[in-house]
């Protein structure tokens, strides 16, 4: 395992909004930073509410995964924060078309909690850890 960190940028997921990288690749790891949704152009919230805030969240995120060579289906543990819990159902009935469904049945890890607030008035953010995906050859077993 290689103890060089490697960051991850990509212009198809929105620019971080502070100090910190989209993703940084250590190893055999994927590290992805919060994701809210932004659209990746014009740098504005899609959506005013939670539900309607969750699937640009999502997209970013596997933009970023995509840009650091994973994907949905190697994610290992999301965090998903939320600033209204009482809507967790449904939310998770869009984040299923992501992880579950969207990514081959694949259902990573994952914890949920309410937030009080979260950046630029975003009522949704997800982050992830996630493994490349094996190239072909590597010995290595795939998730």
């Known amino acids: 395992m290689s103890s060089e960190l490697e960051v991850v940028s990509t212009n198809k997921a929105p620019a971080a909004v502070g ?3 989209q993703a ?3 190893g ?3 590290f992805v930073a919060g994701q809210i949704a932004l659209h990746p152009t014009t740098g504005k919230l899609v959506g005013e509410t939670q539900l309607e805030q969750v699937p640009q969240a999502m997209k970013n995120l596997q933009a970023v995964l995509e ?3 994973s994907s949905l ?3 290992t543990k999301v965090t998903a924060f939320l600033t209204d819990i009482s809507e967790l159902k449904l939310v998770n009935e869009i984040y299923g078309q992501f992880f579950g469904e969207g ?5 990573p890890a994952r914890s949920a909690v309410q937030v009080a607030a979260l ?3 975003a009522k949704f953010e ?6 490349p995906r094996l190239a072909a050859g590597d010995a290595r077993t795939s998730i």
Do not use: F
Request: hydrophobic residues 35%.
């Open 126 to 131: 997800v982050e992830a850890i996630a493994v």
């Open 24 to 26: 940084v690749k250590h």
């Open 19 to 21: 100090p910190y990288s």
């Open 119 to 121: 950046p630029l008035g």
């Open 67 to 69: 840009a650091s060579g």
């Open 103 to 107: 990514s081959n049945g694949h259902k």
């Open 73 to 75: 289906s190697h994610v």
């Open 28 to 30: 055999d790891y994927v």
